[in-house]
């Protein structure tokens, strides 16, 4: 998808200018995160959505590129905030802005992040302004539902699954929405994309769960099996935990407390010998079945085929990463 790759160069000198605030204090504080880099996948996926409406054209429309740079910049700012409700110490392998300003600046700075998506938004219409608002409510439901759950050994799959909904795979599926609907698709192939991205999304954060329990810390850019230490139970500790057994005993006995850092570790291996993590890579799976599915809705094209190539990577480098461990 050449057309993609060259427009994200385009995304990453427009998210530049957004973040320039009058104050050099703020503009420096807002763009710490934006330097230190990212995969875009979500500009991507607008951007690729976008495509998917005039495959031949050499360059994607400003609306296309400013609708990924607003999804961009709302992950940007739950980042901020994320990092703050998490103490965290490191983001993307560099300080984190709370560990850096403190939590009153890096809370200020997300919100300032969350403003300018607004306002990009309502530039790109009433449609787009409004699926972004309602995105970012959702994205404190799924966040509001996780803090509900931490520390609880008893949380089901349901919950967590509706949590990562909200939380993650919201985004994504607004992002491949947003691209679509200023391009101009029509309404069925709108939402097939927005399906494809809610179901890409889904699939994602299982993998960054497992990755959580499966990769070291270098490999993750930040500390690995934090989610244990924050008493988030992911889908392969929970599946440890109701399969039963001397595993799951054991296990029992680490959550629903803060734990210590071999105990950290020992949980990792626990789970990780259960095979508990390659049952939840298989839902991951499962769920890039149906996004490859939605495409269909959409039509074949090179956009089409890059997003589906991208859903299965996503799932064969999860499986990678849990072989290497």
């Known amino acids: 998808m050449p057309v993609v790759q060259g427009d994200l ?8 200018a957004s973040v320039r605030a009058d104050d050099p204090f703020l503009t420096e504080v807002v763009s710490h995160l934006l330097s230190a880099g990212g995969k875009r996948g979500r500009p991507l ?3 690729a959505a976008g495509a998917c409406a005039a495959p031949a054209i050499t360059s994607a429309p400003n609306e ?3 609708g990924g740079v607003a999804v961009e910049l709302v992950h940007l700012g739950s980042l901020y905030h994320d990092d703050v409700m998490d103490e965290a110490t490191t983001r993307r392998t560099v300080e984190s802005v709370n560990a850096r300003w403190g939590n009153l600046t890096a809370i200020l700075a997300g919100d300032f992040l969350l403003a300018r998506a607004s306002e990009i938004a309502a530039e790109l219409g009433t449609e787009v302004a ?3 608002a309602r995105t970012i409510a959702r994205l404190c439901e799924g966040q509001v539902l996780e803090l509900q759950s931490t520390f609880n050994a008893v949380r089901t799959e349901e919950a967590y699954l509706q949590s990562i909904d909200g939380k993650t795979a919201a985004l994504f599926g607004t992002a491949s929405r947003i691209g679509a609907i ?5 309404r069925t192939q709108i939402d097939a994309l927005t399906s494809f991205g809610r179901d890409y999304g889904m699939a994602f954060q299982i993998v960054d769960d497992v990755l959580d329990l499966s990769a070291t810390t270098e490999q993750l850019g930040k500390p690995a099996g934090h989610d244990l230490f924050e008493g988030v139970y992911t889908l392969p500790v929970l599946r440890t935990l109701a399969n039963g057994g001397s595993a799951a005993e054991e296990l029992r006995d680490i959550v629903g407390r803060i734990p210590s850092q071999a105990e950290v570790d020992r949980a990792r291996d626990l789970v990780r010998d259960t095979g508990m993590v390659a049952s939840a890579l298989d839902t991951a799976a ?4 149906a996004a490859c599915a939605a495409l269909d809705t959409v039509g074949e094209c ?3 085929e890059a997003l589906a190539a991208q859903a299965r990577l996503l799932v064969d480098s999860g499986r990678a990463a849990a ?3």
């Open 130 to 132: 409004a699926l972004l």
């Open 64 to 66: 296309v590129v400013m």
């Open 323 to 325: 072989a290497a461990a």
């Open 45 to 47: 996926f607008a951007l």
């Open 9 to 16: 160069t385009r995304v990453e000198e427009a998210l530049a």
């Open 302 to 304: 090179e956009a089409t």
């Open 182 to 186: 200023v391009a101009g698709l029509d």
């Open 286 to 289: 499962e769920f890039v079945d």
